[in-house]
Structure formats: C-alpha cells, structure tokens
C-alpha cells in the first residue's frame, strides 16, 4: 500500500490522527460540558446578560481548542514534509510559514464566532424549554412562586446537566476533528507544493457517502471532496451538511 508523506499507509495514518483527536477531545469535553452547565443554571436565574457571558467563555475554551489543534496537527504536517524533502531528519523546530500563521489566525476567528454563535444558541433555546415546561407545570399543580422558582432550578439540574453532558461531547469531538483536518489542509496548502489529497474513510462501520469518498481518486489540494451532495474541503468541513460533519472521524492524507 502507498504511503503518505508523513511516512505511514492511508489506514494507520487515519488511525493516528483520530487517536490524537479523540485524546484532545476528551481533554476538552469536561470544559465545555461546565459552561453549558453553568449557562443554563444562569438562563434559569434570569442573569444580566446571560448570552453575553456565555459567548464569551465558550470563545475562550474553543479559541484555546483550535490553537492546539493546529499546533499539533498543522505542525506535524509541515514536519513530515520538510523531512521528506530533505536527506536527513532534521531537528530544527518545526517550521511555519507567514501563509500558514495567516490562515491560521483567520480560521480559527471566523470559526470560533460561527460555532459559538451556534451553540450559545442551542444552550438558550434548550434552556427556556426546560423553563417554560417547569412553569406550565408549575401553574398545573399550584405551586408558590417560591416552589416554581425551586422545580426550575431542579429541572435545569437534572434535564440541563444531562443535555449539557451529551452536547459537550459531541460538540469537542466535532471541533476537535474539525479544526484537525483543516489545520492540515492549510499547513499543506502554505507549502505551495503540488500535493494531492485523499479522503480516508474511518473503517468500514463509517457512513456510507464517507466510504465512498474514500474510495474516489485523490484530488489537488485545491478541490473539494464529493461526499454525499456536500462539497467538502476536507473531513470535518465546517461549509458542509451537518450529517456529513458530526461525529465524523476520517481523515485527509496528503502526498507528492
């Protein structure tokens, strides 16, 4: 089997790179899980500016996600390249270029606002539901305004803590890949070297458009994936349909 340029064949180079998202993942989970926790404990008191608040802590934790992703995994994309382009292994620090630095910055500003906007969204709408629910309950059973202010609290606790569980999850694993796969395409892409990628399917358990994907050529760095009806830059694209994006776990391989 071919190997890629950071040295390994197409299979175990999709298992490394979801091995060193998932452990990123898991190292971000718990951070995001608590704010969700803690913003909907806030929406339930009615806080000044809730949303505010939320955005902001949200911003950090993803902001701080996405400069590790791109440390890890842009870092060692350009590494494998500047040794395969050389006669020996070098031992310098890994190098960026001002193109890759740039792109960086800029993608993980833009994205860091869209996916907050999006999930301080989703925390809000959820936690008013679980309020409104608890009030027509509330009004149901004629309870004090003391008691409705105690079953809400108890609700955001119980109902809350488990939605902000399954979405802390989900969304540090989405981000993580996310920002994984596109801080590859950007460091492959800086070098201005004539490189093609390939889709790398995660196994045969993955969704069937992913497995076809996987199947296809590879194409230049500068053209889109077809999976499914999404044109995807690389795996993870935040652009694409959500059922292609979520809790996916392929991976892009580069070569010369």
Known sequence: MPRLITGLTPVREQA???????AMSNRYEGKITREIARAMRSFARNDVDAVTIHEDRLKLILTRLYAESFKTFGRRLLNSIVKSQSDHETKNDIPETPQFNLARQIW????????????????????????????DESVAEGLS??????????????????????????????????????STQMAAKSTRLPLKKQWIAAGPRTRDT?????????????????VGNSLLMQPGDPSGEAKEVINCRCAVGYSL
């Open 16 to 22: 490394l790179q979801e091995r060193l998202f998932i």
């Open 108 to 135: 993980i500003r833009t994205q860091s606002s869209l996916a907050v906007t999006q999930i301080a969204g989703t925390t809000e709408k959820q936690s008013l539901n679980i309020i409104r629910l608890a009030l």
């Open 145 to 182: 305004e003391i008691q409705a202010g105690r079953l809400i609290q108890s609700r955001i606790n119980e109902e809350g803590g488990q939605l902000s569980k399954l979405r802390g999850r989900m969304i540090a694993r989405t981000e993580s890949h996310s920002s994984s796969n596109a």
């Open 210 to 226: 992913h497995l076809i994907a996987g199947q296809s050529a590879p194409v230049a760095i500068d053209q889109p994936f077809l």
